[in-house]
């Protein structure tokens, strides 16, 4: 199971268009594969991918976009009961509404 928070979104519409602090970095993946195909590999156990409306890091845009890259790779696996994607109201934080809700009801 896994639960990324206001971190889940392409690399090319987060990590490459602005500035983020080194521990951001990981060196060689995006000659391989995208934040999308990472996160495919847990599947088809439980992923709730969390997000802020308004987080300027992480924009929504490119948060949908891999969202919809990892959800191809769930139905493939017949495991799109365990994909979820909350959208909190404000920027980028932490929101646990939906979170021990979604980790109970798949445990």
């Not at 495919?40 to 890091?57: H, S």
């Not at 191809?72 to 696996?77: G, K, M, S």
């Amino acid at each position: 199971m896994s639960l990324p928070s206001c971190y889940f979104c392409t690399f090319k519409a987060s990590i490459l268009a602005m500035y983020h602090c080194s521990c951001n970095y990981a060196p060689g993946p995006l000659n391989r594969c995208e934040m999308y195909d990472v996160a495919g590999l847990i599947a088809p156990r439980p992923l709730l991918v969390i997000a802020g409306a308004e987080d300027p890091i992480f924009p929504l845009a490119g948060v949908h976009e891999a969202y919809a890259q990892v959800r191809e790779v769930c139905e493939a696996l017949g495991a799109e009961a365990n994909l979820e994607l909350y959208v909190g109201p404000e920027g980028h934080r932490y929101y646990k509404a939906r979170t021990w809700d979604f980790v109970r009801e798949r445990l």
